[in-house]
């Protein structure tokens, strides 16, 4: 009987759980600084938002993530867009929990970002903002040169439009490896844009809960 050798191929060689992958040995791997320094990926700028303070104990849990939905920390996320709307051209915004998701596009549109922008959407994982097939509204947030799209956990990985220069962690994460394929929407060359510029906005929360 013969044996054949399987080689995995990934550009996530970690797993959310933290258990190894099932491979006897790493063959070859480079990491982001690599990348980075050979012109593969672009370094973003890192910014911070100061977000609040909140008494949580499990980052995975609805009940707790939802904390972070209300008016004032949203407030924020738009304020900082606004302050940067020239630089920001196409931007991600990631959170924590389907209300979030509703919440803040609801409070985006009604802010002055709605004159900024071409569109600002949601997907989630059952609906978006226009009632499209799935398919069919990525295919229209790829047309737009400017816009803002708020997922939860949709866009982390597989979801490829170069143009995409911003993301907006506004939704505190365990997983580094979540961290790494969010930002990775924003940090791929453009083509069309020799000069493109990559950015990634933190929403600072004080977690005093949290280890």
């Known amino acids: ?5 399987i080689l995995g191929l990934t550009a996530t060689p970690s797993r959310h759980d933290g258990e190894p992958l099932d491979f006897e ?3 070859y791997s480079i990491g982001f ?6 012109g593969i990926v672009l370094k973003p700028e890192i910014r911070k938002v100061q977000g609040g303070r909140y008494e949580i104990t499990d ?21 900082e867009l606004l302050r940067c709307h020239d630089e920001y051209k196409k931007v991600i915004i990631y959170v924590g929990t ?15 970002l709605r004159d900024k922008y071409e569109s600002i959407s949601y997907i989630t994982g059952s609906a ?20 803002i799209l708020v997922n939860v956990t949709v866009l982390s990985e597989g979801y490829d439009d170069p ?21 990775g929407r924003a940090i791929r060359h453009d083509p069309a844009d020799a000069l493109k510029k990559a950015f990634c906005v933190e929403i600072d929360d004080t977690l005093p809960n949290i280890r």
């Open 33 to 38: 600084p690599d990348l980075v320094r050979m």
């Open 98 to 112: 389907t209300k979030h998701v509703e919440s803040l596009h609801a409070q985006l549109n009604a802010s002055a």
């Open 1 to 5: 009987r013969m044996h054949l050798g």
């Open 59 to 79: 980052l995975d849990a609805d009940d707790d993530r939802e904390q972070f939905n209300n008016v004032d920390r949203n407030s924020k996320i738009i304020a």
């Open 128 to 147: 978006n903002s226009r009632n499209l097939d799935r398919d069919e509204f990525i295919a229209q947030e790829k047309l737009y040169k400017r816009s």
């Open 25 to 27: 040995r790493e063959s």
């Open 163 to 183: 143009q995409i220069n911003t993301v907006v962690m506004a939704a505190p994460s365990r997983s580094k490896l979540y961290y790494m394929q969010a930002m």
